[in-house]
Structures are given as structure tokens and as C-alpha cells.
């Protein structure tokens, strides 16, 4: 079925104006890239991830719904606390996704998530109960049984109930206890 001509020109033009490739895209909005393809092209229906590639984009705002910005990612993927100290700065929360009414941000310090996410992006977990192995291949936002946290690739572990966490610029965590598992959604571009 064919598309709106007009929304798939939109996004086409706004992606290359951002200097995006059609997987970058795919990532800032929780998606992949054959999904963009197909919008781009107008080869598909009204795509349930339509919404989150405009305001990816930003091209279409959700302002009904905030979303608190409670932790930032700091090196080795750590998930770290935003103390009441570094609260003030502007970021206490985030304009929800599309489809997305209950989760969290955390904001990328460093480069410890390039070439995926950039200083300063800030990466919106939903916080949504779903089956831990249709997580697998991922990046997840994820709190192991110690209560360390992390926004890591949830793969399978060599053990029964345990996991391996995929690191994109540092050593794997292998064989771990997840208490919970929550997936990135969406990614708002710090520029």
C-alpha cells in the first residue's frame, strides 16, 4: 500500500539535511533501517514507527507526556545516578516519543557509546514489561541482581538464567544475573 508522498519526501529531505544515514536514523528512533527505507520510498502503511522517526527528526513533537531525565551514561556503559546537585541544568525531563508513556532518560557523557550515540544525546528507556529474550541483540537499559546498572546489548550467557552483557568500546560483562531489562526506544540527537 502506498504511503503519504509527501511525509516520505519529508523525511527523506530532513534526514539528509541532518547529515544522517537511513540506519543512524533507524537507531535515533528505536527502529532499523529497512523500516526507514520502506517510509522514505512510501512502500508501506502507516507505519507504527512513522511517529518516532518524525520526532527523531523533529518534525513532530509529544509534549503531553514528560518523561524525568534521572541518570547519565558515563564510561564502560555505567549507568550513573543524576545527584540533586546536577539537577537545574534544563534536563530534568524530556518530551516523550510518540507511544511512549512510561520511562526514563539518561544522558551520554563521553564516548563511551560512540559511534551509536554522541556526548551529550540523550537516550530514552522505556520502561515496558516484556519477555527478556525478545531483548536479546538489543542495547537495553538494564539493572543486574547487585544492582549495578548499565545500557549495554542484552545477549544470551553460557549458563542457564544468566546473560552476557555486549559492550560497544569496552570488554563484555559475561554470565550475570538481570533483575530488569528495559529497551531504548528512542534517542533525542544533542544537535
Not at 555505567?78 to 537545574?88: N, P, R, T, W
Amino acid at each position: 500500500m502506498v504511503e503519504d508522498k509527501e511525509v516520505a519526501a519529508r523525511v527523506r529531505a530532513k534526514r539528509e539535511e541532518l547529515g544522517w544515514t537511513q540506519q543512524e536514523l533507524a537507531i535515533a528512533a528505536g527502529s532499523n533501517q529497512a523500516t526507514v527505507d520502506r517510509v522514505e520510498r512510501g512502500l508501506t502503511k502507516r507505519s507504527k514507527h512513522l511517529p518516532k522517526i518524525l520526532v527523531a527528526l523533529g518534525l513532530e513533537h509529544n509534549q503531553s507526556v514528560k518523561l524525568p531525565v534521572v541518570g547519565y551514561i558515563g564510561g564502560g556503559q555505567v549507568v550513573y545516578a543524576i545527584d540533586d546537585h546536577e539537577k537545574g541544568d534544563g534536563l530534568e525531563h524530556i518530551d516523550a516519543p510518540p507511544g511512549v508513556e512510561n520511562g526514563i532518560g539518561l544522558i551520554v557523557r563521553g564516548d563511551s557509546m560512540a559511534p551509536k550515540y554522541d556526548d551529550g544525546d540523550i537516550v530514552v528507556v522505556e520502561k515496558i514489561f516484556i519477555d527478556i529474550s525478545s531483548l536479546i541483540g538489543r542495547i537495553c537499559y538494564v539493572k543486574l541482581a547487585d544492582g549495578r546498572c548499565y545500557l549495554k546489548t542484552l545477549q544470551v550467557g553460557s549458563r542457564a538464567n544468566r546473560h552476557t552483557l555486549g559492550s560497544l568500546n569496552g570488554a563484555d560483562i559475561h554470565n550475570v544475573v538481570i533483575e530488569q531489562a528495559y529497551p531504548v526506544a528512542w534517542v533525542k540527537p544533542r544537535r
